[in-house]
């Protein structure tokens, strides 16, 4: 690192007040308002503690400072056009082709491409800063109110308050977009403190994927990502929305997530987690209308000291609506894994069918995987059901393969990959689950 990169971050602002102010210096007046209301509650909301059922399994007072983080603001990122760090470049590179792309550095949108085809119909992907600057009505009424409000905890607040820029991506109604829009986000500052957000809009009738990918170096102190993701399926929508985390060690990786699916809308996620030292999302998935659908899928792969912790809930407000998650995940080395989960079914949603499964692989003695799923049921023509499972690698799957002339090596990674491919089954994307699959393979060789 240059010594002007060390002064730069010892005199860049620390989380706090002014940092507030310097955010949304040059933004409207309703959006500083909302930072200022978020920061009010930020400062208010106690730091979550193990004390609380959604955090028993990650202590935030030994993995997180938030005091010693140095706040990105998106002003010192690389500016359009400047070359883009190289891991970023080649792992664009192995991506499928896509209709429109939007890259993200050290909190900043340094590049914005868009099929001009559909911008002729109006699909809009921007700057999620620039287009709030630019007075777009979508974002003053959804941006932080229905879906991640501050109002929803300690971290929700902050990124409200906090966040340089992000992605907002409108489909009008009937418009289908075939190939996936892709955010590459790349963090490169250690000891930094990064907030992003993403707001998708699907008008009715229109059809969409979202493809968002976060990379980093390793990092020699603990390095905050923080990002809330607003989702939007209005009436006969269909939506899908990626995840894949990929972050180096040092990396803490917190996301918000919100889905609000409407009647006869479908959306979508996975969320893959493989990299960085602690990974956790939040995940909300709303069925606002009858005959509103949401398939949640989630991957996740642990080694070394990783720890990864997932919180889904599955809020089924209308009746006649449908959900269905299935969360896998394979853990090695003293590997963590944590998944909490509930089903609420609230009243008069009859007719309500949902299911929940979280399955773990445990690879090593030290790993350990932590399962809790729930139901909370508030009508009575229902059809609900949660299950969960932790095993081992299947001696005689192992004992098969080898048979047949495998190394034991090459056969557990068979196993697992076989294990792990059935979420990726679940939601064919182009591009996706080639990128997902060779990424796990590359980790299996050095486990």
């Given at each position: 690192?240059?010594?002007?990169?060390?002064?730069?971050?010892?005199?860049?602002?620390?989380?706090?007040?002014?940092?507030?102010?310097?955010?949304?210096?040059?933004?409207?007046?309703?959006?500083?308002?909302?930072?200022?209301?978020?920061?009010?509650?930020?400062?208010?909301?106690?730091?979550?503690?193990?004390?609380?059922?959604?955090?028993?399994?990650?202590?935030?007072?030994?993995?997180?400072?938030?005091?010693?983080?140095?706040?990105?603001?998106?002003?010192?990122?690389?500016?359009?056009?400047?070359?883009?760090?190289?891991?970023?470049?080649?792992?664009?590179?192995?991506?499928?082709?896509?209709?429109?792309?939007?890259?993200?550095?050290?909190?900043?949108?340094?590049?914005?491409?868009?099929?001009?085809?559909?911008?002729?119909?109006?699909?809009?992907?921007?700057?999620?800063?620039?287009?709030?600057?630019?007075?777009?009505?979508?974002?003053?009424?959804?941006?932080?109110?229905?879906?991640?409000?501050?109002?929803?905890?300690?971290?929700?607040?902050?990124?409200?308050?906090?966040?340089?820029?992000?992605?907002?991506?409108?489909?009008?109604?009937?418009?289908?977009i075939e190939r996936p829009v892709r955010?590459?986000?790349?963090?490169?500052?250690?000891?930094?403190?990064?907030?992003?957000?993403?707001?998708?809009?699907?008008?009715?009738?229109?059809?969409?994927?979202?493809?968002?990918?976060?990379?980093?170096?390793?990092?020699?102190?603990?390095?905050?990502?923080?990002?809330?993701?607003?989702?939007?399926?209005?009436?006969?929508?269909?939506?899908?929305?990626?995840?894949?985390?990929?972050?180096?060690?040092?990396?803490?990786?917190?996301?918000?997530?919100?889905?609000?699916?409407?009647?006869?809308?479908?959306l979508d996620t996975l969320n893959v987690?493989?990299?960085?030292?602690?990974?956790?999302?939040?995940?909300?998935?709303?069925?606002?209308?009858?005959?509103?659908?949401?398939?949640?899928?989630?991957?996740?792969?642990?080694?070394?000291?990783?720890?990864?912790?997932?919180?889904?809930?599955?809020?089924?407000?209308?009746?006649?609506?449908?959900?269905?998650?299935?969360?896998?995940?394979?853990?090695?080395?003293?590997?963590?894994?944590?998944?909490?989960?509930?089903?609420?079914?609230?009243?008069?949603?009859?007719?309500?069918?949902?299911?929940?499964?979280?399955?773990?692989?445990?690879?090593?003695?030290?790993?350990?995987?932590?399962?809790?799923?729930?139901?909370?049921?508030?009508?009575?023509?229902?059809?609900?059901?949660?299950?969960?499972?932790?095993?081992?690698?299947?001696?005689?799957?192992?004992?098969?393969?080898?048979?047949?002339?495998?190394?034991?090596?090459?056969?557990?990674?068979?196993?697992?990959?076989?294990?792990?491919?059935?979420?990726?089954?679940?939601?064919?994307?182009?591009?996706?689950?080639?990128?997902?699959?060779?990424?796990?393979?590359?980790?299996?060789?050095?486990?």
């Amino acid at each position: 690192m240059s010594q002007a990169a060390v002064v730069r971050q010892r005199t860049d602002p620390a989380i706090g007040r002014a940092t507030v102010a310097g955010m949304g210096a040059a933004d409207p007046a309703w959006l500083r308002a909302r930072r200022d209301e978020a920061w009010a509650i930020y400062q208010a909301t106690p730091m979550p503690s193990t004390r609380s059922e959604e955090w028993r399994y990650t202590d935030l007072a030994r993995k997180l400072q938030l005091d010693d983080l140095v706040v990105a603001d998106g002003h010192t990122g690389p500016a359009a056009g400047a070359l883009l760090p190289g891991p970023l470049r080649r792992t664009m590179e192995q991506d499928g082709d896509s209709a429109g792309r939007i890259v993200d550095v050290d909190g900043k949108v340094v590049s914005v491409e868009l099929d001009e085809s559909l911008a002729r119909q109006g699909v809009v992907l921007t700057s999620l800063r620039e287009a709030a600057r630019q007075g777009d009505d979508n974002i003053r009424r959804l941006l932080a109110t229905a879906a991640v409000p501050a109002t929803d905890g300690k971290f929700p607040a902050l990124n409200a308050a906090l966040w340089s820029d992000g992605v907002f991506l409108r489909v009008p109604s009937g418009v289908t977009i075939e190939r996936p829009v892709r955010l590459s986000r790349w963090v490169s500052r250690s000891g930094s403190a990064t907030f992003t957000r993403i707001l998708i809009v699907a008008e009715a009738s229109s059809r969409l994927s979202f493809v968002e990918e976060t990379l980093s170096p390793d990092f020699d102190r603990t390095t905050l990502v923080n990002t809330a993701v607003e989702v939007f399926s209005r009436g006969g929508a269909q939506v899908q929305y990626v995840s894949l985390q990929r972050l180096g060690r040092g990396g803490f990786y917190l996301a918000n997530q919100r889905t609000l699916a409407e009647r006869d809308s479908t959306l979508d996620t996975l969320n893959v987690a493989l990299g960085g030292s602690v990974g956790r999302v939040d995940l909300n998935a709303r069925l606002l209308g009858p005959g509103a659908n949401s398939d949640m899928l989630g991957l996740y792969f642990g080694d070394a000291d990783q720890h990864f912790d997932f919180n889904t809930s599955q809020d089924h407000v209308s009746p006649h609506a449908h959900s269905d998650l299935l969360y896998k995940g394979a853990l090695d080395g003293s590997a963590r894994g944590v998944f909490r989960g509930i089903i609420r079914v609230h009243e008069g949603a009859q007719g309500t069918d949902a299911y929940q499964t979280n399955r773990n692989l445990i690879l090593s003695d030290d790993a350990i995987a932590t399962s809790l799923p729930n139901l909370e049921i508030g009508a009575d023509d229902v059809r609900c059901s949660h299950g969960a499972t932790v095993g081992q690698l299947d001696a005689e799957a192992l004992f098969y393969l080898m048979s047949r002339g495998l190394t034991r090596g090459r056969a557990e990674r068979l196993v697992v990959l076989g294990f792990l491919g059935e979420v990726l089954s679940r939601l064919p994307l182009g591009g996706v689950v080639e990128k997902v699959t060779n990424a796990i393979v590359a980790k299996l060789r050095n486990v």
